[in-house]
C-alpha cells in the first residue's frame, strides 16, 4: 500500500504531531519495546496521527520478520485498539489492522490468542467489497483457523458455523485460480505449495465435492503431480487434496481419474519418497474400491505392480504397507463377485502371493485387511469353461498361505480374537491338513 504523504500540523491533544511521527523509525527500541510516541499515536483521537502510527506498526511487524516483534506490540496494549480499527469506515485503517493481526496471529498460540476477539468482525470484512480488506480478513482468519484446534472451536463459536462455510465458497475459488494460472517454477515453488495446503485444509472442513470440482482445478493438481518440475511437498499436498475427492462418489473420482490421475500416481511411486508413495497407495485404494471401470483403468495403467512390491518386501515402511494392502484388499471384492478381467489380473499379478506375506506383518489392521481378502479370492469361482491357469487354492498353498493363517491364528503376540478365528475358519474349511496346532 503506497505510503501517505505527510504533513507538518500543529501538535495533537498528546502533544505528538503528524511530522513527529513520521521522524519515528519503524523498529523497536533497543530495549525491544514499541516506541512510546507510536502508542500514543495508535490511540490518537487526530486520524492522520493514527493513520501514520498504524501504518508503522504494521511495518514494524513486516519488515524485519514479524518473529521478534509480535510480543512488544501486544505488551504494549495495543490489540484493543488494533481490533477495534477493523470497525473503521476508513478501508485503509482496516487493511492495515486486518494485516497486523494477520501477523499477530502467525505467532505462538499464546499469541494468537491475544486477537481471538477479531474474528466476528474479521468473518464480516471477509466479504468487504474492498479486495484488499477482503483478502487481508481472509489472511487473517486463515492464521487464526490453523493454529490449533482448540482455536478453531472458539473461531466456530465466535462466527458460526455458516459465515465459515460461506467464508470458504469465498476463497475456494481464488485459491483455485491462483493454482491454476501460477508457472511451476523455483520462485514460485512456495507460494504454489501454501495455495494447494490451503486448497487441502478447506477441503477437510468437507466442502461439497461438487464445488470442489465446479473449480475447474483437478485437472491442474493432476498436472503438478505428475510435473518434474514440482517439489515433493507441493506433491504431497496434490496427493492430500486428491485422496479428498477420490474418496468421493465415482462420478466424482472419474474426474480426477480422466484428468489422468493414475499415471499422476505411477510418477510420485517411482520417486521412492516414503511419505508420498504412502499417499500414492491411499489414492490407488481408493480407485481399486471404485468402479469397474476404474479398476480396469487401474490395471492398465500398470499401478498394481506398486502395491505387490510394497507387500512382498520388508524393507517399505509400515504405513506404506498398509495402504498396499488396502489396494490389494479392495480389489479382491471385484474378484469375489466374478469378475474374470480383475482375478486374471489379480492371479497373474502375484496379489494372493502378496496378501500371503501381508499375514506375517505386524500391523493388527493389515492382519485384517490380508485375511479379508484372502477370504474373498478363495470364494471365487472360475467361469465354466474357462482356462484359468493355477486357482488361487493353488497358489495360496505354493505361497506359504496355510503355513501363515496358521501364525495368525497361533500368535500369542496378535490378541484379535475375531481375525483368529477366521483364520480358523480358513484353514478348516480349505487347509484342514494344518488346521491343527504346529509344534513349538
Known amino acids: 500500500m503506497a505510503e501517505e504523504t505527510l504533513r507538518d500540523i500543529t501538535a495533537g491533544p ?8 513520521s521522524e519515528i ?59 477495534s480499527l477493523l470497525d473503521s469506515e476508513d478501508t485503509s485503517l482496516q487493511c492495515d489492522a486486518a494485516w497486523i493481526v494477520t501477523n499477530i496471529a502467525s505467532g505462538t498460540s499464546q499469541q494468537t490468542e491475544q486477537v481471538i476477539g477479531a474474528v466476528p468482525r474479521l468473518i464480516v470484512l471477509s466479504a468487504s467489497p474492498n479486495a484488499d480488506v477482503a483478502d487481508n480478513a481472509v489472511w487473517a482468519l486463515g492464521n487464526v483457523l490453523v493454529d490449533s484446534a482448540r482455536l478453531r472451536d472458539r473461531v466456530e463459536e465466535e462466527g458460526g458455523v455458516a459465515a465459515l462455510v460461506k467464508l470458504i ?19 514460485n515453488m512456495d507460494s504454489i505449495e501454501c495455495a494447494v495446503e490451503a486448497l487441502d485444509r478447506i ?11 465446479a473449480t475447474g482445478v483437478v485437472p491442474r493438481l493432476v498436472k503438478l503431480l505428475a510435473d518434474s518440475s514440482s517439489s515433493v511437498a507441493l506433491q504431497k499436498q496434490v496427493l492430500r487434496c486428491l485422496v479428498y475427492l477420490v474418496g ?12 489422468g490421475l493414475l499415471p499422476g500416481l505411477l510418477v510420485a511411486l517411482e520417486t521412492k519418497n516414503g511419505d508420498l508413495c504412502q499417499l500414492a497407495l491411499w489414492n490407488a485404494s481408493n480407485v481399486a474400491a471404485g468402479s469397474h471401470s476404474q479398476v480396469y483403468a487401474l490395471l492398465d495403467s500398470g499401478l498394481l505392480k506398486p502395491p505387490v512390491r510394497v507387500l512382498l518386501y520388508d524393507q517399505e515402511s509400515a504405513i506404506s504397507r498398509r495402504e498396499a494392502c488396502w489396494t490389494i484388499s479392495n480389489l479382491t471384492k471385484k474378484v469375489q463377485s466374478g469378475d474374470a478381467k480383475v482375478a486374471q489380473a489379480f492371479l497373474e499379478g502375484r496379489c494372493v ?28 469361482k472360475p467361469p465354466q469353461g ?18 501363515n493363517l496358521r501364525a495368525v491364528r497361533d500368535s ?29
Open 14 to 21: 498528546a502533544g505528538l504531531t503528524l511530522q513527529g511521527v
Open 25 to 83: 523509525q519503524a523498529s523497536l527500541t533497543e530495549e525491544g519495546k514499541v516506541p512510546e510516541d507510536l502508542v500514543l499515536g495508535f490511540n490518537s483521537e487526530d486520524p492522520q496521527i493514527k493513520k501514520a502510527s498504524v501504518t508503522k506498526i504494521r511495518k514494524i511487524l513486516w519488515d524485519p520478520p514479524p518473529s521478534g516483534a509480535i510480543q512488544p506490540v501486544i505488551d504494549a496494549g495495543l490489540i484493543p485498539a488494533i481490533i
Open 169 to 187: 465458497k469465498h476463497v475456494l475459488p481464488c485459491l483455485a485460480r491462483y493454482i491454476q494460472e501460477t508457472p511451476v517454477n523455483e520462485a
Open 203 to 213: 477441503c477437510k472442513h468437507h466442502i461439497q465435492h461438487t464445488d470442489f470440482i
Open 248 to 259: 468421493g462418489s465415482d462420478d466424482e473420482a472419474d474426474v480426477a481419474v480422466n484428468a
Open 353 to 380: 502371493e502378496a496378501l500371503s506375506a501381508a499375514l506375517l506383518i505386524h500391523d493388527p489392521k493389515v492382519k485384517e485387511l490380508a485375511v479379508s481378502g484372502i477370504t474373498n479370492v478363495l470364494e471365487w
Open 386 to 403: 474357462s482356462e484359468a491357469g493355477e486357482s488361487p487354492l493353488t497358489i495360496l498353498r505354493s505361497a506359504s498361505g496355510p503355513q
Open 412 to 440: 500369542r503376540a496378535f490378541h484379535d480374537k475375531n481375525i483368529k478365528r477366521e483364520c480358523r475358519d480358513l484353514l478348516t474349511r480349505y487347509f484342514p491338513e494344518f488346521s491343527r496346532p504346529a509344534r513349538v
